[in-house]
């Protein structure tokens, strides 16, 4: 097998090779690293590459495997970090110019249970400035390309921009990102490839620069439902260094992941929802419900006591008060080298009251139990991920967001799960959102397992580094 092939192998595969000293961690590592040394001047994904790092740790796998000492089943499997991600020694900039050589003096929770476990980091992955945006741009310190189109830069999706461009170029077999209102999503839906939005209190936000405390969510970025669900097994637990974790009990996705769908009930969502979208994006939707009820789901109509946009525009308030509150100092220097789009977003938490704050807060509870009551009985709620394919970069409206479908999921503190569901007229992906309620991550993956096991969307390779 050559290099470029092992780079398309899915990790469950790759790491079951490894346990079974078919394949070497070396030779896994080499061969992600040279992919990024021949792509990554064009990609732009990552901001550090640790190659000499990463040789180290690969070579001390090897060893300790051959040696009978695998620490566990995923020993000597490479991930990339987003540069939210603190590693204790190593810059983490969260995308901002004025942090280009900020030192992280402590190591990420969610960092060190994938090292304790053997990962090999591979390096850190651009993202927009603080996460505050969704389309993936980063005008001071460069916007990833996206891999499914060579001519053209298109929105890679952010804010975990490098990320999924990282993984949809298989820079990297799997990388983790963060979700404040759609970004670990948004990037999975325009990249074509598998993004996992995780219920709060699952994965520990302790070494996670912020955004907004109360809405992020760091999740597995992949390329098929199996790996997002091997990554986000790996991420999740209690962590003392931070309460919230300390919540929902947590149900292991791995034994009912491939049970099937027969007998689950899903919902689509309203039709008032429906003219947001694209006409190839709802062709690619309508597709996706079929296939799931021929695969022996129950398809059912959805009433909701609220529009997606009104609660967008809750959670995009709690966003803006929260960032200010962390980031007002630079905010407001106006000699800071901020990205121009970022700075006012940020700002427009300045003009948020502690009143329409404490609102948005209180309207959260309150639609949690109508979001609650609307979904008794149905096990989870199909959207398409995003309303358009990837558009050019220079098309882009930074006055707008393209949220739409995804910010109500956190701020219902709910779980959702993104994966490619068909392409366009010029082959650029779409893309499936399955939400379901917080903590049940289980079913949004078992549910996504069983469409891709019928599909062979997720398979498909962008023409760069094809």
Known sequence: MTQQDLTRVPVHQLARQIQQRKLSPVELVDAFLARIEAYEPKLHAFTEVFAQDARLAAQAADAAIRSGHSVGPLHGVPVALKDLIELDGKVVTGGSEAWKARMATRTATLARKLIAQGMIVLGKTHTVEFAMGGWGTNTRRGTPWNPWDAERARTPGGSSSGSGVSVAAALAPWAVGTDTGGSVRLPASWCGITGLKTTIGRVSTYGVLPLSPTLDTPGPMTRNVEDAALLYAAMQGADPLDPVTRGLPYTEPLPTLKRGICGLRLARMPDAERPFSSAEVLAAYDRSLAELEKLGAEIVSLQLPFAFADVAAHNLRIMAAESYALYHELIDDEQAPLDPHVRPRIAAGRDVSA??????????????????????????LL??????????????????????????????????????????????????????????????????????EATDWHLRRPPVGA
């Open 355 to 380: 009143r329409q704050y404490i609102e948005a807060l209180r309207m959260r509870d309150t639609m949690k139990q109508q979001f609650a009551g609307a979904m008794e009985g149905v096990d989870a």
């Open 383 to 452: 959207t398409p991920t995003t309303m358009t394919t990837a558009i050019p970069i220079d098309e882009v409206d930074q006055g707008k967001a393209p949220a739409h479908y995804t910010r109500f999921a956190n701020y219902l503190d709910l779980t959702a799960l993104a994966l490619p569901n068909g392409a366009d007229a010029r082959g650029l992906p779409t893309s499936l959102q399955i939400v379901c309620r917080g903590g049940d991550e289980a079913t949004a993956l078992r549910t996504g397992w069983a469409l891709q």
